[in-house]
């Protein structure tokens, strides 16, 4: 029975999984092939840092030409960039980080109520992708819900800690506004213009992925998330500390984003690649564990409504870029996503090329 036991996460029910036990070694169902195990001195992403004062309204018109090249830039080469003076305070920043940390603090049976693996809930508690149903274990909790419009959804967070939704609420709105933001630079960089996914984002989604990485006893062993892109147009991920890895497509390596004090990580995510029809590809990235410190990290997905279909952007389809996408929904990716287990490589992105 040995082997099943190895295969069934189901020996590792919610509350008890190694990670939330604090266990002195990786159980052998959180092992990652060797091919794909993390380094523990991975070289440094020598990604984009970029400076967005100017961009918003009251920025001389030189100066945000300026910047949507830059994202424009990033956006092509590492579908990945980091963000400074992105408008929302250190406080704001710190607020969601440690409401964070004091939901992951509180006992486990004040987390498990939000427990199920049901991918369409709006709120929802679990450990690794799907428990039960991924063949490898990862070293991570987590609580997902939906943020946007607030007022439809706060109500159904965590009441505990007292402090959760007004600190995540805050940044909710804070995050989603730069999000959109972004947005507008992106379309402009592709030459489609600023407003054109404007409407259609504003009545848009927003799903957060509160991430906590307990310590790991091996790190070299496990994966606080395997390698994965977001189905998001665009996530916007605040982090404690260095930890999310990047998968440089152009150098067949991953490196380790670094951590810039109060910077923002922006991922061009599924929907957006398809969008630019494969101008931007979706960044592949993954989370690597710290021996002894927890590591939280916040992900605010921004995307269209639940049943909008995202379609490439006819203006960049030609004679030379065939249209290479097939359209989709965030229903659809829940769809996909409740159907095939991700951390065995199946990809929503390449269920989408024609
Ligand atoms: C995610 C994600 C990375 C991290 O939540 O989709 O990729 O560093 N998180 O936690
Ligand atoms: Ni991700």
């Given at each position: 029975?040995?082997?099943d036991?190895?295969?069934?996460?189901?020996s590792?029910?919610?509350?008890e999984t190694?990670?939330e036990?604090?266990?002195?070694?990786?159980?052998?169902?959180?092992?990652?092939?060797?091919?794909?195990?993390?380094?523990?001195e991975?070289?440094?992403?020598?990604?984009?840092l970029?400076?967005?004062?100017?961009?918003?309204c009251?920025?001389?018109?030189?100066r945000?030409?300026?910047?949507v090249?830059?994202?424009?830039?990033?956006c092509?080469r590492?579908?990945?960039?980091?963000?400074?003076?992105?408008?929302?305070?250190?406080?704001?920043?710190?607020?969601?980080l440690?409401?964070?940390?004091?939901?992951?603090?509180l006992?486990a049976?004040?987390?498990?109520?939000?427990?199920?693996?049901?991918?369409?809930?709006?709120?929802?508690?679990?450990?690794s992708?799907?428990d039960?149903?991924?063949?490898?274990?990862?070293?991570?909790i987590?609580?997902?819900?939906?943020?946007?419009?607030?007022?439809?959804w706060?109500?159904?967070w965590?009441?505990?800690?007292?402090?959760y939704?007004?600190?995540m609420g805050r940044?909710?709105?804070?995050?989603?506004?730069?999000?959109?933001?972004l947005m507008?630079?992106?379309?402009e960089?592709?030459?489609i213009?600023?407003?054109?996914?404007?409407?259609?984002?504003?009545?848009?989604?927003q799903?957060?992925a509160?991430?906590?990485?307990?310590?790991c006893?091996?790190?070299?062993?496990?994966l606080?998330?395997?390698?994965h892109?977001?189905y998001s147009?665009?996530?916007?991920?605040?982090?404690?500390f260095?930890?999310?890895?990047?998968?440089?497509?152009?150098?067949g390596?991953?490196?380790?984003?670094?951590?810039v004090?109060?910077?923002?990580?922006v991922?061009?995510?599924?929907?957006?690649?398809?969008?630019?029809?494969?101008?931007?590809?979706?960044?592949?990235?993954?989370?690597?564990?710290?021996?002894?410190?927890?590591r939280?990290?916040?992900?605010?997905?921004?995307?269209?409504?639940?049943?909008?279909?995202?379609?490439?952007?006819?203006?960049?389809?030609?004679?030379?870029?065939?249209?290479?996408y097939?359209?989709?929904s965030?229903?659809?990716?829940?769809?996909?996503?409740?159907?095939?287990d991700?951390g065995?490589?199946?990809?929503?992105?390449k269920?989408?090329q024609?």
């Open positions: 029975m040995e082997s036991e190895k295969n069934n996460s189901s590792f029910p919610i509350g190694a990670q036990k604090g266990l002195s070694h990786v159980p052998e169902a959180y092992e990652v092939p060797s091919s794909q195990r993390p380094s523990l991975p070289e440094t992403a020598d990604v984009p970029i400076d967005l004062n100017g961009l918003r009251g920025g001389a018109a030189d945000r030409g300026a910047i090249e830059e994202i424009g830039q990033a092509r590492y579908g990945f960039f980091q963000v400074v003076n992105h408008g929302i305070d250190q406080a704001v920043l710190e607020g969601a440690s409401a964070a940390s004091d939901f992951f603090s006992p049976p004040e987390k498990i109520k939000f427990f199920s693996n049901d991918v369409h809930k709006p709120v929802r508690y679990a450990s992708l799907k039960g149903v991924d063949t490898i274990q990862f070293w991570r987590f609580l997902k819900h939906y943020a946007h419009p607030l007022g439809d706060i109500n159904s965590p009441a505990n800690p007292p402090t939704r007004e600190e940044y909710a709105m804070e995050v989603r506004k730069l999000g959109l933001e507008e630079a992106i379309t960089s592709l030459g213009g600023p407003k054109y996914t404007s409407d259609k984002m504003e009545q848009g989604m799903v957060m509160i991430n906590c990485y307990p310590p006893p091996q790190p070299s062993l496990a606080g998330l395997p390698p892109s977001d147009c665009l996530t916007v991920l605040l982090q404690s260095a930890g999310l890895e990047i998968f440089d497509s152009k150098d390596q991953w490196q380790l984003v670094p951590d004090d109060g910077a923002l990580q991922h061009v995510g599924n929907h957006l690649e398809v969008l630019s029809n494969g101008r931007f590809k979706s960044v592949v990235h993954r989370a690597s564990l710290h021996h002894e410190k927890t939280i990290s916040i992900a605010s997905l921004h995307s269209l409504a639940m049943d909008e279909k995202m379609g490439t952007a006819m203006e960049l389809v030609d004679e030379e870029h065939p249209k290479g097939k359209e989709s965030l229903r659809d990716f829940l769809d996909f996503l409740a159907k095939h991700l065995q490589g199946k990809s929503f992105i269920s989408l024609i």
